[in-house]
């Protein structure tokens, strides 16, 4: 039982809908436009919303989109022909006013009703026709007949006779016959080769009595001789340390532990240093630079085919004609048009980093996209996917929502609170560093920063924060603002609960007065259930202003994996009815990468939530917004 269907142009013009056992059906289907439509996930996948499963069809030469709602509990198996069905024969009837007036033509008094009952009532039957036989009953099997005597098989049976209790066939009186004829037969080949098998077997005794002399001799050759000792190896020797030319002092002292809770700086700047960061200041304020990329807008990624050179072995006809060949030439374009040219887009981007399975639902997208549209005369197929593809692309990175940090964070001032930042991700991703770099650019616009190392698992991930801390102190002295150090440092060592400390961290932030809380935490792959216990736990008492995911630029399918997995341990290990999953992304090491950018649109594609950050550097001014034409620009480079 359907539980709506509707008919709809693409500018929002409701042309009939059928109300089946659902209220409304305008909630479903704007969520439908919202995430799907707009947002270029069009796949053979339903879109679930709530209980309900919505599967849509795309008309492009009218401009027409066919909704269909059913529960998800339910398995209908003709739901996709019916609603080709259903389009077919609402354009067979309405052809005539939609190409000449379009969907507002359609606005008078109409009646399809009659027709769509039809079809869903001819689908019905045809699944039900299609239903499992009953089981035999006791009679019809007429296994009473068979008695208990036909079961027992009997020694003497011809059915015993034929296989024993081990499985193995008894032989009959044929299979005798037949097994006297091959013993026969190895008994003559066996005669037959006695002569050389003498020889053999002299050669062997031969070969046997030599051995025996040689191994006899060799022992007797050692009795009464005192063993010599075995000189005893020498100790191996240590590793030397390698002395680099130009490596300074290597007797320096690089333990830091013990200046955990001291407060002094493991690190003495020099002049130098704090001159190089210096430099620094003053470069990073206001809203960050975007990523930029230097490509040529007319580069083609599948190219047409070049018909001159066929034109000039083949003559003038036929050339013109392998030419015109690759022209759509006002006429509506199929499936089988666009294969060739979307295999190689699918292969092109998986080329460039995109997740496999990310790829083939992006060209599903654009297929579904562009089937039954209409092109001009002198517009060929590649040109046409090829731009299809690239507003897909475009549309996908474009964020649903603005996350502008630095508003954000001057309404949590007003409202006397920190903003908390927590930061999550996989191991050697650069966490640490990135939130440096964040660090650095809200201490350039003006606010104060508590950075709460919450890796309490990782060796080191509290004297690499401090040594962050104290350089960004070294640019910023506490004597230029006020008494207190725009950068402070909130740690409690190893081995205690992250998501305690961060709750320690943001009290004291808040009777501090700083603006913003940057929670560090540790890393942690995807399978490991205890730790991804241990981060939604974290997030869920904590509730963070923003949760950011930190990923490499590097990964393709790894990508997908982590942050389904990241948000699924979110979702399964989370206290409340709506669990609280990640907002945004950070992209590092985007500048090891050149043009394949692929990570961007998987990890986008996958959540739905923008790419806040990209790391693009090691120094602290290496960040940067992402450019969401620079990239697929770049991404569909050649």
């Not at 006429?331 to 460039?352: F, G, N, P, Q, Y």
């Not at 770099?437 to 201490?443: A, T």
Request: hydrophobic fraction near 35%; charged fraction near 25%; charge should be positive.
């Amino acid at each position: 039982m359907l539980d709506f269907f509707t008919i709809f142009s693409k500018g929002g013009i409701v042309l009939w809908y059928f109300q089946g056992v659902s209220e409304s059906f305008t909630g479903p289907v704007n969520a439908l436009i919202r995430t799907f439509i707009l947002q270029e996930r069009s796949g053979n996948d339903p879109f679930t919303y709530n209980s309900l499963n919505l599967k849509y069809k795309l008309d492009n030469e009218f401009e027409l989109v066919f909704v269909v709602g059913f529960q998800k509990i339910l398995t209908l198996t003709y739901v996709d022909k019916f609603i080709d069905d259903v389009q077919l024969r609402f354009r067979d009837l309405y052809k005539n006013q939609l190409e000449q007036k379009g969907a507002l033509k359609l606005l008078d008094n109409f009646d399809f009703k009659d027709d769509f009952l039809r079809l869903l009532q001819k689908a019905e039957q045809s699944s039900k026709a299609r239903a499992p036989t009953s089981m035999k009953t006791y009679e019809e099997s007429k296994k009473y007949q068979n008695t208990v005597k036909s079961m027992i098989e009997t020694k003497g049976s011809d059915t015993g006779s034929k296989k024993s209790k081990n499985g193995k066939k008894k032989t009959s009186e044929t299979g005798g016959d037949s097994a006297k004829a091959v013993a026969q037969s190895v008994s003559n080949k066996s005669s037959s080769h006695k002569s050389g098998g003498d020889v053999k077997d002299a050669l062997s005794a031969e070969e046997i009595q030599k051995n025996r002399e040689e191994f006899f001799r060799k022992r007797n050759k050692g009795v009464g001789e005192k063993p010599s000792k075995s000189p005893k190896p020498d100790k191996k020797k240590g590793k030397e340390n390698r002395i680099w030319e130009l490596g300074g002092n290597s007797t320096k002292d690089l333990d830091y532990s013990q200046s955990l809770n001291g407060g002094q700086s493991p690190v003495d700047h020099s002049k130098e240093d704090v001159a190089e960061l210096s430099k620094l200041v003053g470069r990073m304020r206001g809203e960050l630079r975007s990523v930029d990329y230097e490509s040529s807008e007319d580069e083609e990624v599948a190219e047409v085919p070049d018909h001159s050179k066929a034109s000039s072995k083949k003559g003038g006809f036929g050339g013109m004609l392998g030419m015109l060949k690759g022209l759509v030439g006002s006429k509506s374009l199929t499936r089988e048009d666009m294969e060739a040219v979307l295999e190689k887009m699918c292969t092109h981007l998986i080329e460039k980093n995109v997740a496999a399975e990310i790829a083939n639902q992006l060209c599903e997208s654009v297929a579904k996209k562009l089937e039954g549209k209409v092109m001009g005369t002198f517009t060929t197929v590649s040109s046409t996917v090829k731009q299809a593809l690239q507003e897909s692309l475009v549309q996908i990175l474009q964020p649903k929502r603005r996350v502008d940090i630095l508003r954000d964070v001057l309404d949590a001032r007003s409202q006397h609170r920190p903003f908390v930042i927590t930061f999550c991700g996989v191991n050697g991703v650069g966490k640490s560093t990135n939130l440096a770099k964040i660090s650095f650019w809200l201490i350039e616009n003006g606010f104060s920063v508590l950075i709460a190392a919450c890796d309490t698992f990782r060796s080191g991930a509290v004297e690499q924060l401090r040594i962050h801390q104290h350089r960004l102190s070294s640019l910023y002295p506490s004597s230029e603002t006020g008494g207190q150090s725009r950068v402070q440092l909130y740690e409690k060592g190893y081995g205690k609960d992250a998501a305690g400390i961060a709750m320690e961290a943001i009290a004291y932030a808040r009777n501090q007065n700083f603006d913003v809380v940057l929670v560090d935490t540790a890393g942690r792959m995807q399978d490991n259930g205890p730790l991804m216990n241990a981060l939604a736990k974290l997030i869920a008492v904590n509730m963070p202003d923003l949760v950011l995911f930190v990923g490499e630029a590097l990964v393709g399918n790894e990508a997908v994996d982590q942050l389904v997995k990241f948000n699924q341990a979110l979702a399964d290990h989370s206290m409340s009815d709506k669990p609280r999953l990640i907002d945004g992304i950070v992209l590092t090491k985007f500048d090891a990468i050149e043009d394949k950018v692929g990570a961007a649109i998987s990890m986008t594609y996958i959540t739905g939530q923008p790419i806040v950050f990209v790391g693009t550097g090691q120094t602290y001014s290496d960040l940067r917004s992402l450019n969401a034409k620079a990239v697929v620009s770049a991404l569909m480079k050649a």
